[in-house]
DNA sequence: AAATGCGTTTGATAAATATCAAATACGCTG
DNA sequence: CAGCGTATTTGATATTTATCAAACGCATTT
């Protein structure tokens, strides 16, 4: 494992507190391995064996019903992914793929539990991040019962917006069809829901999205803080 | 506390492998309190004070937006509510209210927290608890994104029907409006798929929907195991 | 430059869902 | 049991979303 990559690791909420004996301890199990576009990491119903923590690239989960995928939710660096079918021992509820060259951290599930066991303050991080975990979903699930699909993509643009802290323009790293599949719509829908937020303050230029007036988009999205702040 | 309550408390998966005194300590501090039908326990956006948990009754999770409230989640007894805001320490993303008379045991958040870094046990099923919830959570996401409202329906009164064990017939124990709100439709659409679904080896009594052809429903709801199996 | 292939957009139509209005059913009170 | 108020269903219509088909754009190849 290179230093640097070392460093982002320890860096990780997930790991920053813990004590060095178990960081090693989790370390020394873990296998670093790259992975090209495209590769499935994960498939739905399989046996939790490793926790993952994707260390650079980007990864989607999602899962595959009548033929049609649905996306989960998006990962990026660096965080971990899969972790609640890891600590509660269970299969896997969704595939998951990688969307760009990945190099992806996999640590050996038992190991993970032995060492929640054995040190404190890696048990009440694991916990914290199932918590928010679980209120990521809850949050998309509010924005599915609450929101138009225009809504929900106007809304997904200011939230990469602010993450992306370049502010004023995007770049999807991925086709339509898989953005599709995130906003909960389909490829063809996404493309008319693109054109009409050109009516408010957005231009689309292939993948890139340029936010031209972000008070006319937010006018028009009515961002919610406990749907769409990443931090509440 | 009556005993058979303790004895039901101590039966919970929260709190059954933990050490004595941690049990002690947590139910030392909680308040036992009981509210008549229609009350709004949480407010969304308060601060996290209380783990409840359901000792009897019935208690629903939702949200209100743009003035039409939402379902997130039922909660049966006996669990708990709001694990993952008194984890994180962080506001509650939903409300909660009674909808019917229940017994709630509620334990100081701060104490929750503490007893977690004391009681490795206590640390292992909060985990797990919280994986679980975040697993149907992910799973009711998925039932947003592959099926239509009338698919939810059939595949919650199969889901019901499963839990009550009486096989056969449920008898749903709040109004039409509420049920709506958990299947993510309107009153009036969840009345004509409720019609439909007629069709389909079900007959509706008022609140009592009866399940004639358990056969004939599951061959239209078609329930997944990673959907709608809960032990999954 | 023409041809090919793939991703994306646009158009036309169908299906699902929501909304508004009215009728009906139901439970409760007097 | 009648009358009343509320919940539920039904009907008509509008809106949203999906589906199928075709056109377009763009990059790469020949």
Not at 94 to 99: K, P
Not at 150 to 168: P, S, T, Y
Not at 202 to 213: H, K
Request: overall charge negative; aromatic content about 6%; cysteine-free.
């Amino acid at each position: 494992m290179r230093p640097h990559e070392l460093t982002q690791l320890t860096a990780l909420p997930l790991f920053s507190e813990m004590e060095e004996e178990s960081l090693a301890s989790l370390l020394d199990a873990a296998l670093l391995q790259q992975f090209p576009t495209g590769v499935i990491l994960i498939r739905e119903g399989d046996h939790a064996d490793f926790l993952h923590v994707l260390v650079e690239g980007l990864v989607e989960i999602f899962t595959e019903q009548n033929g049609v995928e649905w996306g989960i939710s998006l990962v990026n660096p660096v965080s971990t992914f899969i972790l609640a079918a890891v600590v509660s021992d269970q299969p896997y509820l969704n595939s998951a793929r990688t969307l760009a060259n990945s190099r992806i951290l996999l640590i050996p599930a038992q190991r993970v539990r032995a060492i929640f066991d054995r040190d404190v303050a890696f048990a009440r991080i694991v916990a914290r991040e199932l918590a928010l975990a679980y209120r990521s979903s809850v949050k998309k699930l509010k924005g599915y019962m609450a929101r138009s699909s225009v809504e929900r993509l106007a809304n997904w643009i200011l939230a990469e917006a602010r993450k992306d802290a370049a502010q004023g323009n995007i770049v999807v790293p991925f086709d339509r069809g898989t953005l599709a599949s995130h906003i909960g719509t389909t490829r063809e829908n996404l493309s008319r829901s693109l054109a009409l937020l050109t009516d408010h303050g957005v231009r689309i230029r292939g993948r890139e999205i340029v936010i031209d007036a972000k008070d006319q988009l937010e006018a028009f999205a009515r961002p919610q803080r406990f749907i769409d702040d990443p931090t509440s």
